[in-house]
């Protein structure tokens, strides 16, 4: 990868698994309610071009949490408004003093473009249909809260893969740490394309076949806004793909169920699966806090 500021996180792809267990262990020492105030002086700035909740917003609080400043610049109301370039706004939050940027963008690849380019750490917060680091870094997280391993562990990622960046990083993560991932859906959010990703992915087409001696599930919002003309008979996927009770029944018995959030209750989960005892989606927002603490810990070098 060409050269980008040291600290910054833009993928999973090119982490190297020694990386991704050091990140995982800081995050295991970070307390999000009496944190130390590493980041104590240092500026945080947040460029979201792209909704998002659960992701800003813990970034925001980890980084307050461990005394940084932070600003969010919205693409709504900001100069990017005005036509303002990428490069342009990334240049102008350097000046103004950032010593971080957490960026979200609709474009893959434009937190890398800004790290090759800013001498400031750069922070993938999710970039269109390429990358989530910090959400692969908290699903392991959650995952090794309730497995000793991930070694060996059949992960079964349910639903519109083809749209998702949270199935590309935890498809790279998971890998990196020998799971055995399983891809199940249909065939326009599931190309057989994307067995390429990582060595040793099994696409699975019936939701049921899939299910079967499951360790961990984690499903995916069905993206619409991203469909982009693609036609989903909405009856035929929830028949076929919606989490359901009696398809977790068929997982193994302790196994844990992941959802990146937003969730739609009846679409892509139902109501029952997404708070039933098995499911840790609140626990994955909650873990969101710490491993973004030891995301910016690390890449303003204060861990
Ligand atoms: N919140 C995640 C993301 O930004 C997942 C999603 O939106 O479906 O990619």
């Known amino acids: 990868m060409t050269k980008v500021a040291p600290g910054s996180l833009l993928d999973i792809e090119h982490l190297e698994a020694t990386e991704i267990a050091a990140l995982l262990k800081l995050a295991r020492r970070m307390n999000p309610l009496q944190p130390?105030?590493?980041?104590?002086?240092?500026?945080?700035?947040l460029l979201f071009?792209?909704?998002?909740?659960?992701?800003?917003?813990?970034?925001?609080?980890?980084?307050?949490?461990?005394g940084a400043m932070t600003t969010l610049v919205l693409s709504s109301g900001s100069s990017v408004e005005k036509g303002e370039s990428l490069l342009d706004t990334g240049y102008t939050l350097e000046a103004v003093g950032a010593?971080?940027?957490?960026?979200?963008?609709?474009?893959?690849?434009a937190p890398l473009l800004l790290a090759r380019h800013?001498?400031?750490?750069?922070?993938n917060a999710g970039d269109g249909m390429h990358?989530?680091?910090?959400?692969?870094?908290?699903?392991?997280?959650?995952?090794?809260?309730?497995?000793?391993?991930?070694?060996?562990?059949?992960?079964?990622?349910?639903g519109d893969i083809y749209h998702s960046r949270v199935a590309r990083s935890a498809i790279h993560l998971l890998s990196k740490f020998a799971c055995r991932v399983t891809l199940c859906g249909p065939p326009e959010l599931l190309p057989e394309s994307a067995a390429g990703l990582a060595p040793g992915l099994e696409i699975v087409r019936s939701a049921e076949d899939?299910?079967?001696?499951?360790?961990?599930?984690?499903?995916?919002?069905?993206?619409?806004?991203?469909?982009?003309?693609?036609?989903?008979?909405?009856?035929?996927?929830?028949?076929?793909?919606?989490?359901?009770?009696?398809?977790?029944?068929?997982?193994?018995?302790?196994?844990?169920l992941l959802h990146p959030g937003p969730?739609?209750?009846?679409?892509?989960?139902?109501?029952?699966?997404?708070?039933?005892?098995?499911?840790?989606i609140v626990e994955e927002v909650r873990n969101g806090v710490r491993v973004r603490m030891a995301i910016l810990a690390r890449a303003l070098r204060t861990a």
């Open 49 to 66: 071009y792209e909704a998002s909740t659960r992701t800003r917003s813990s970034f925001e609080i980890a980084a307050q949490s461990m």
């Open 263 to 280: 969730i739609n209750r009846g679409l892509e989960i139902t109501a029952e699966v997404a708070d039933c005892p098995q499911s840790a």
């Open 131 to 158: 990358e989530h680091p910090s959400q692969a870094l908290l699903d392991a997280y959650t995952i090794l809260g309730h497995k000793k391993t991930l070694s060996g562990r059949k992960v079964v990622i349910l």
């Open 118 to 123: 800013l001498k400031i750490p750069v922070i």
């Open 36 to 45: 130390k105030l590493r980041l104590r002086g240092k500026r945080v700035l």
């Open 210 to 256: 899939a299910m079967r001696g499951a360790d961990v599930i984690l499903v995916l919002r069905l993206q619409k806004e991203r469909l982009l003309g693609m036609k989903i008979g909405l009856e035929d996927y929830t028949a076929r793909y919606q989490m359901t009770m009696p398809r977790l029944r068929l997982a193994k018995r302790d196994a844990l």
């Open 99 to 109: 010593d971080a940027l957490v960026v979200r963008h609709p474009a893959a690849g």
